[in-house]
T-cell receptor, first 114, second 115 residues
């Protein structure tokens, strides 16, 4: 699986959009981009994933650059409850040989403030 | 709708003791994983399984053993606990096919302290 690079921390004012970047310059053609978040010490929670098209769901939007070397997770109206560590991961979900490389790194700690 | 359930949620061990963490999922997922998370660090993969009866090593497998005798259960064993194994352990499961392929569902974690 491709390695990802994320900033260690970010701040965002409540009600504003939070834009969390992720670099994955070595991503291969079959690898998807996944985003998870971990609130306090709970188990990580799936947010969204995509291959090359932008994606949107009830939680967030995912913007993937045309060359697929980076992506941005957008929380359109951040709330205090969005304070968490956000992890960006790339993997080929159908390649069982890459399952051993499914590690999460240290992610981006997003602090939403009043 | 239980999802992924881990037992126990808390445990204190003495050095050298053994124990088993149980992970159960009711979503008929093929893949299951065990992670550990140390303070201020990300999740590191210990062992994983791509199906009943199969297991494989992850990033930090030493000191742990696993078994997947039934599709819905994935056991993580510590034969001789060491203080370095003090951590929070997370189990996860995922589909191998279909529209939600690759999405991991996590349990709430098991906090283990080895004295």
């Amino acid at each position: 699986d491709a390695k990802t690079t994320q900033p260690p921390s970010m701040d965002c004012a409540e009600g504003r959009a939070a834009n969390l970047p992720c670099n994955h310059s070595t991503i291969s053609g079959n690898e998807y981009v996944y985003w998870y978040r971990q609130i306090h010490s709970q188990g990580p929670q799936y947010i969204i994933h995509g291959l090359k098209n932008n994606e949107t769901n009830e939680m967030a939007s995912l913007i993937i650059t045309e060359d697929r070397k980076s992506s941005t997770l957008i929380l359109p109206h951040a709330t205090l409850r969005d304070t968490a560590v956000y992890y960006c991961i790339v993997r080929d979900p159908l390649n069982t040989g890459t399952a051993s490389k499914l590690t999460f790194g240290t992610g981006t700690r997003l602090q939403v403030t009043l | 709708n239980a999802g992924v359930t881990q037992t126990p949620k808390f445990r204190v061990l003495k050095t050298g003791q053994s124990m088993t963490l149980l992970c159960a999922q009711d979503m008929n997922h093929e893949y299951m994983y065990w992670y550990r998370q140390d303070p201020g660090m990300g999740l590191r993969l210990i062992h994983y399984s791509v199906g009943e009866g199969t297991t494989a090593k992850g990033e930090v497998p030493d000191g742990y053993n696993v078994s997947r005798l039934k599709k819905q259960n994935f056991l993580l064993g510590l034969e001789s606990a060491a203080p370095s194994q003090t951590s929070v352990y997370f189990c996860a499961s995922s589909y191998s096919r279909g529209g939600r392929t690759g999405e991991l569902f996590f349990g709430e974690g098991s906090r283990l302290t080895v004295l």
